[in-house]
């Protein structure tokens, strides 16, 4: 994850795509539009899933086993949702490098600080 942050920091630069740093407003701007890009990319990615649902729902619909339509529809979405979530990371690392936060460390204290949480939420039993 550190190479992929210095990666995105050296190419935010080099595309002169940076979070404006002249003063708090300029700045404040440039967040808030960052921010409002990073939505609609993991509305992109919403879109991707609910591509690939109809597409299981259509086969099935037409006799189709319904894991085996599900997996061709993951197939058919996998390149383009790989894109979206590049997006989303994109956007996610420039936010994370305008504020010095080191995504790898945030994410496994995040990741130990939930494993210990007394009121997690408990995954759903089969019967």
Sequence with gaps: M?????????????MNWQIKTDNYEKAKSSLLNNYMLLTTE???VAE???????????FKNEGMEE???????????REDLGKEFA?????????????????????YSKMD???NRKNRDVGLIKK
């Design 2 to 14: 550190k190479k992929l942050q210095e990666f995105s920091k050296q190419y935010q630069k080099e």
């Design 42 to 44: 993991v509305a992109e």
């Design 48 to 58: 991707e899933l609910r591509k690939a649902f109809n597409m299981t729902n259509t």
């Design 67 to 77: 894991d085996k339509a599900f997996e061709i529809a993951k197939a058919s979405i």
């Design 87 to 107: 997006d989303c990371l994109a956007y996610i690392t420039k936010i994370a490098n305008y504020f010095d936060i080191d995504l790898e460390e945030s994410f």
């Design 113 to 115: 600080e939930v494993k």
